[in-house]
């Protein structure tokens, strides 16, 4: 690899394109200048320390403390899935329902992608775990992210088309299914389109960084190909596991629907 | 035919009460009282304690959506959840031919739903629900958005479902409504039922 490594000093110099925007806003009157300076701070802040956490974490190569750093990683896309909802599932389950499905899909997809594509030496190698894992669970959670938003929504907007079907002899499936089979395809959409976009109106920013980095581009294209599928698996089940667990906690077993049980997020 | 003990929910009840087939049962009341509360109960619309028994087949026993094909709920506010009228009914012909007797066109059924006012709304949830024969109707405001003459057009497909057997609980608050077509009538108060004076 011919890596070209990037000295502190050039990282200032191209700051200064931030701190220009902050001029800007200060003279054109956004009001923005504040929240770009912290902005700033805070990515440059987060981005070394996740550096150093990962160059430890590379180097001690432990299994334990590479499970423990996806553990963290999907607690926090559970709670940034759980954020992201306008109403949610009551008590545990507002959580639950968002970060099983997200938790299991994410780990079985990487593990799929770990021990039969990538083949490292050993198989759990934090250097493509932890990225595989981050890259996988971030499409998982904002597939899940949509498909719930769009499920809970839906179905507390069709109330009385859900209840006339109920009242009338339907099941809970029949009743919801229109409305399921709508926030999975909400939450497929942005896959396909990532999909549909890549190598043409947009260079993947892993692919991009690996190319950056000094891999060959060809290499890096498979990857990036490898990712791809994976996120289609990875978001697939989970999504559908999203779906289909919030569509049984909005009902229940005598075939009711049970608005009672979703809040409205603040 | 249908009989109901101890049901209750939330400050609702205990309620009890027997409808025998071809018997109507007006309850009036104040908004909030309970009424429409007391119907999805007995439908197995809301989660409850108590029980409702068709003969001698208990609610619980049985899966809900078949209670609910012979114990069906009419809520005062129709749903509808296609984009054609048609799509709406199990047996669109049976239809077709219920549509004169509530003074409605014969192609209502093609419409699509938007083009449909309140009133025919609330016909034609009357008719999806009269055409799968439930053994017990639970009407709730059945006629408050039709004038008297389509009212007297629904009372008299209501005479019908009587004549053949049915049970009716009709909550209303046309009082005339309820001398018309109930055989008892009660007062829902508080979340308690009264027998009204007659």
Not at chain 2, 77 to 105: C, I, K, Q, T, Y
Not at chain 2, 115 to 121: A, I, K, Q, W
Request: glycine share 10%.
């Amino acid at each position: 690899m011919t890596e070209i490594s990037l000295s502190y000093g050039e990282l200032a110099l191209a700051s200064l394109l931030l701190w220009l925007n902050g001029a800007l806003s200060l003279g054109l009157g956004l009001g923005l200048e504040r929240r770009m300076l912290m902005a700033g701070a805070r990515m440059v802040v987060q981005l070394l320390l996740i550096g150093l956490i990962l160059k430890a974490l590379f180097a001690t190569a432990s299994p334990l403390l590479t499970g423990l750093a996806v553990l963290v990683m999907i607690a926090v896309a559970a709670n940034e899935v759980y954020a992201r909802q306008d109403r949610r599932l009551a008590g545990v389950w507002g959580i639950a329902v968002g970060a099983l499905p997200m938790a299991a899909s994410t780990v079985v997809v990487t593990l799929l992608g770990l021990l039969f594509e990538v083949g490292a030496d050993p198989w759990h190698d934090p250097r493509y775990t932890i990225p595989l894992a981050g890259i996988i669970l971030g499409s998982v959670m904002s597939g899940i992210s949509l498909g719930l938003n769009g499920l809970v929504g839906a179905v507390t907007r069709e109330r009385l088309a859900i209840e006339a079907q109920l009242a009338l002899g339907a099941t809970r499936l029949v009743a919801l299914r229109p409305l399921m089979r709508q926030a999975l395809r909400s939450a497929w959409i942005p896959l396909l389109n990532q999909m549909s976009a890549a190598g043409i109106i947009t260079l993947p920013g892993m692919m991009t960084g690996q190319i950056l980095a000094g891999v060959d581009p060809v290499e890096a294209v498979k990857y990036q190909i490898l990712i791809m599928f994976l996120l289609a698996g990875g978001t697939g089940l989970g999504v559908l596991g999203a779906v289909y667990g919030a569509a049984a906690r909005l009902t229940d077993e005598r075939h009711r629907l049970r608005l009672d049980r979703v809040t409205e997020a603040k | 035919m249908l009989v109901i003990e101890g049901l209750r929910r939330l400050g609702f009840g205990p309620f009890a009460l027997e409808v025998a087939s071809g018997e109507c049962i007006g309850i009036a009341g104040p908004s909030g009282a309970g009424k429409s509360v007391f119907l999805r109960m007995i439908a197995d619309l809301d989660p409850h304690d108590g029980s409702v028994r068709l003969d001698e087949a208990r609610c619980e026993a049985m899966p809900a959506p078949a209670w609910r094909r012979q114990v069906t709920y009419l809520a005062a506010e129709s749903g509808w959840w296609a984009d054609r009228v048609g799509e709406h009914f199990v047996d669109p012909a049976r239809a077709r031919a219920l549509l004169p007797a509530v003074g409605m066109a014969a192609d209502a059924l093609d419409w699509p739903v938007t083009r449909l006012s309140t009133g025919e709304r609330q016909r034609l949830a009357l008719i999806r629900a009269l055409i799968q024969e439930p053994r017990v109707l639970l009407l709730d405001e059945p006629t408050s958005a039709l004038d008297p003459e389509t009212t007297a057009a629904v009372e008299a497909l209501l005479g019908q479902a009587l004549a053949r057997g049915a049970g009716i609980v009709l909550v209303s608050h046309d009082l005339a409504q309820a001398a018309r077509l109930a055989t008892r009538r009660f007062r829902m108060a508080n979340g308690n039922l009264q027998a009204a004076q007659p």
